[in-house]
């Protein structure tokens, strides 16, 4: 499933894909897809993510349940 809760709040923050790898230390493409929903990122990489946005873990990358 594609993480476009994490898309949004980096291009919210005027961010380039290459610009959130350099701050949290991964490569670009790692970025690309976890927002493409191919790769599982580390829990300590969703956070290191979550501070350079400045947004919790619940609101990048919890999934809602459909009803």
């Not at 380039?16 to 927002?35: F, H, K, M, W």
């Not at 990122?41 to 919890?62: G, R, V």
Request: include cysteine; glycine fraction near 4%.
């Amino acid at each position: 499933m594609k993480n476009l809760k994490l898309k949004v709040a980096r291009v919210e923050k005027d961010l380039s894909q290459e610009e959130l790898a350099n701050i949290v230390g991964v490569s670009r493409q790692t970025i690309g897809l976890i927002e493409k929903g191919k790769y599982n990122p580390s829990l300590n990489l969703c956070i290191s993510i979550c501070k350079a946005l400045n947004k919790t873990l619940d609101e990048l990358f919890w999934e809602e349940e459909e009803e």
